[in-house]
């Protein structure tokens, strides 16, 4: 008798701990997080994996091993990366998004993650000197849709036409090929890929960034509690120093 009731003790004790792990596992939350397959080296398709890498990706799995949620991120286009946030088809975005002011009015932001200005790069054969926008007086300069850098270039009157694309390997491509005179991107997304020999391009090391911004996590408006996860997240990975060793591995310090 005494032997049974030791096992039945055991086999309660046993359901419990079974139990009480399945309700664990059944309040860690999945959220799905849209990254373009083109940021490299913020976010991209990793050919190799199959799989969305890069220096957001690594940020957001970080937060969600610290806060304990679980990301699902799936490739999405720059162009509905916030018209998927905001139809709940993602619930975060993790790209090389600026927390502008006009784009607060529609998402909410997280603490800043990342700052950096605007790249500028000529055909690799143009030796020009371009410091400014100025120096581009009379060129066609090509800049990619749904980024800050569209409407500041149309706005200068010494630019002769803005181009929009895509993708920045776009606009690379019709650098290299004489189709346009210059193009401007994110600046560690455009150094990192003309490192790696992805286009015959040049990075005009002379030029100054006019127009800087913070990279941000974003959730809806109304998701107040997961932004303060994410924030809280964040704050850690700053304190304890592993945002810097990301930002580190990827290279854009």
């Keep these: 008798m005494k032997t049974a009731g030791i096992l039945r003790s055991a086999v309660v004790g046993l359901a419990a701990s079974v139990l009480f792990g399945t309700a664990a596992l059944a309040e860690s939350p999945t959220y799905t997080v849209g990254s373009t397959p083109s940021g490299i080296p913020f976010t991209f398709l990793n050919v190799e994996t199959n799989q969305i890498d890069g220096v957001m990706v690594d940020i957001v799995e970080a937060i969600g091993e610290l806060e304990g949620f679980t990301p699902q991120v799936e490739a999405t286009q720059w162009s509905a990366l916030i018209p998927s946030l905001t139809s709940n088809k993602i619930d975060i975005i993790a790209a090389a998004m600026y927390a502008t002011p006009e784009r607060a009015q ?20 143009d030796s020009g000197s371009y410091k400014t926008l100025d120096d581009l007086e009379g060129k066609v300069i090509g800049a990619q849709v749904g980024t800050a850098y569209v409407d500041a270039i149309k706005a200068n009157p010494n630019i002769k036409e803005v181009k929009v694309y ?71 990975l700053k304190e304890s120093g592993k945002l810097d060793e990301i930002v580190e591995k990827w290279g854009i310090n």
């Design 166 to 236: 895509d993708s920045i390997a776009d606009i690379m491509r019709d650098v290299a090929l004489g189709r346009i005179d210059a193009g401007v991107g994110d600046w560690p997304v455009v150094a990192y890929q003309l490192n790696q020999g992805a286009s015959k391009a040049r990075l005009v090391e002379e030029y100054e960034s006019q127009i800087t911004g913070d990279v941000a996590l974003a959730v809806r408006q109304s998701d107040t509690e997961l932004l303060d996860t994410l924030n809280a997240g964040l704050g850690k």
């Design 106 to 125: 529609v998402v909410a932001f997280s603490e800043p993650v990342y700052s950096y200005g605007e790249g500028l790069f000529v055909k690799g054969d």
